[in-house]
């Protein structure tokens, strides 16, 4: 099983064929999104995240419920579930506006957490700006400090900038975990923010100097990049007829954790030192759901037999 940590949020997007300010909501958030997208693919996944008690928390329940994704480990808050309003730009990328501060996505205590996780828990995936916001910036931290022997690690930065705060300060902290990490998954937009200037691959260099066992650089319509002990490789991605982008990066992300776990990957440390040949069928995997995922309005990752899988 998957065990996924970070925010679940409702998108809100304009209905412009309304002629009038009309949305329509959807629950997300990038944890939310590969925790489905896992589920989708055949992978038991289970988020954590504060729940909020109020109406849209019940939605994301409902949601979760609907996919078979496990949520009863997430505590309940009284915080507002965070509302993200998202404007799709002419490039098909999204623009997002978050209303709901000190929402209840970050309201996530160490003693929230179980003391011992479910035994099928194999591998843990954290991301967003969870990571970055206190209480469930220390709450995370620990937990994967503590598992990190015992499970798959994986981690994305996935910035959004309005919620996380002063960069510099994200980024020392993020760099602290990169110990822990069997995986790292950034896109090119958030190395942008992380590392202005630098080029991509000296910040994969620099996260495996610190510990990172294999780093992935998704940048949109290019392709992906992989680093690992055994070397580098880079695989394009398709052209697609793209609606918008929104939710691509965590179908690329659980569709590369799922179809690891798939091949026995995840175990004793071995995707580290797979020759990156061998791992260019994987990125491709992982392309093609995310290009599945530009064809489709918001954050809706692909099914098995949306890949030709049975």
């Known amino acids: 099983m998957f065990l996924v940590c970070g925010e679940a949020v409702i998108d809100l997007f304009q209905d412009t064929a309304a002629g009038r300010m009309v949305f329509q909501g959807q629950p997300a958030g990038s944890p939310f999104n590969v925790a489905v997208g896992l589920a989708r693919l055949g992978q038991r996944s289970a988020l954590i995240t504060g729940l909020s008690r109020d109406a849209f928390g019940q939605r994301l329940i409902e949601a979760m419920e609907r ?15 965070i509302l993200s309003f998202v404007l799709i730009k002419s490039d098909g990328g999204p623009e997002y506006a978050f209303y709901g501060e000190h929402g209840a996505d970050t309201d996530v205590r ?32 620990a937990l994967i400090q503590r598992e990190t022997a015992r499970c798959f690690v994986s981690l994305d ?14 980024r020392a902290h993020f760099e602290s975990l990169c110990g822990t990490a069997a995986l790292i998954k950034a896109s090119s937009e958030d190395l942008g923010f992380l590392y202005p200037g630098h080029d991509p691959l000296a910040v994969a260099r620099r996260w495996a100097e610190l510990g990172t066992r294999t780093v992935v650089i998704t940048d949109g319509a290019k392709g992906a990049s992989l680093l690992n002990r055994a070397g580098t490789t880079f695989v394009a991605a398709s052209s697609v007829e793209v609606m918008d982008t929104v939710g691509a990066g965590d179908s690329f992300m659980a569709a590369l954790l799922a179809v690891l776990a798939e091949r026995g990957l995840l175990e004793d440390g071995l995707l580290a030192h797979t020759p990156v040949d061998d791992l260019a069928a994987v990125l491709a995997f992982a392309n093609r759901a995310a290009g599945i995922t530009c064809t489709r309005r918001g954050a809706n990752p692909p099914c098995r037999s949306d890949l030709g899988l049975s």
């Open 67 to 81: 996919e078979g994704v496990e949520w009863r480990l997430a505590p309940r808050t009284d915080r507002p579930t």
């Open 110 to 141: 160490l003693i929230d957490l179980p003391d011992v996780l479910p035994p099928a828990v194999k591998a843990i995936h954290v991301g967003g700006f969870p990571l970055a916001v206190e209480p469930s910036r220390s709450a995370y931290a």
């Open 157 to 170: 930065p996935n910035i959004r900038v309005s919620l996380m705060g002063d960069m510099v300060a994200f």
